[in-house]
């Protein structure tokens, strides 16, 4: 019978440390753009409607290297699967679905 290898991981314990300037702000959804260089996700809270047009208000701009956002997208979807597993699913409207 082989023998099992594993691998013993040093957990290491994150602490977050708020800046003097950290802000919490409440998105109501986010509008991601793609520079070529860098992914940025621009978050908004409201939106203003003028005319024919909507107008988002973005609180903050959070720009990433590919490599983060990638980390970022899997930790996300781990979440979503555990939120919906003890919550159920999350629904989204079509119209939600188109405005991002």
Known sequence: MAKKRGR???KIRAELKREPMHRNIYAIGAIPLWTGYDF???FF??????RNKQIYMNDITIIMTPKTLKILSEQLQKMVIEYEGEHGPIEIS???EKKG
Not at 45 to 50: G, L, V
């Open 45 to 50: 809270s409201d939106i203003a409607r003028e």
């Open 94 to 96: 079509e119209e939600e």
């Open 8 to 10: 013993k991981r040093n």
């Open 40 to 42: 940025r996700l621009n």
